[in-house]
């Protein structure tokens, strides 16, 4: 048994250790996570304040539901979803599976790294995009590479450093 507390200390681990990072400071809706944050079981952040409302919105039809406007773009969600960090690192905070980001826009989902990469670059990505800077859910467009860009890097290290052995 453990009491709310404790729940809470070991979401937040659970949160550290899927490298989600710090809460949110607002909800989509803007409310204040700082007051209104709960955590799920696996470490995931919601905004108590958005239940409370949905629960009120569904007791009481004369209540208007909070309007909460959807993203027009892949790109809008992507936006959403990260978190600037130190050192030009852009943190992904959203879904992911198996450990890869995940953008869901409409009944699709998207690699978040090649939603990323498609931002910075103009286009889409050829093979594998992965981010080079050993971040880990590192969604800056300048630090994820497709497969082109990897071989470039590998041959420029291959002429400084000799090929391997």
Not at 34 to 43: K, W
Not at 96 to 107: D, L, Q, Y
Not at 121 to 142: D, F, I, N, Q, Y
């Amino acid at each position: 048994m453990n009491d709310e507390a404790g729940r809470r200390q070991q979401r937040l681990a659970r949160r550290a250790a899927r490298g989600l990072g710090a809460i949110p400071d607002r909800c989509v809706a803007g409310h204040d996570m700082s007051v209104h944050a709960r955590l799920e079981s696996d470490g995931t952040a919601y905004c108590q304040e958005c239940k409370r409302l949905d629960k009120r919105a569904q007791r009481d039809p004369s209540t208007p539901r909070p309007h909460r406007p959807r993203p027009a773009s892949v790109d809008e969600v992507f936006r959403a979803h990260t978190v600037p960090v130190a050192g030009g690192h852009l943190r992904w905070a959203g879904k992911t599976s198996k450990g890869t980001p995940i953008v869901r826009f409409g009944a699709s989902a998207y690699s978040a790294y090649r939603v990323a990469f498609r931002i910075e670059h103009g286009r889409e990505p050829e093979g594998h995009v992965s981010p080079g800077c050993g971040m880990p859910l590192c969604v800056a467009g300048t630090h994820v590479e497709d497969r082109p860009m990897r071989k470039r890097t590998n041959s420029l290290y291959d002429a400084i450093f000799g090929a391997a052995q």
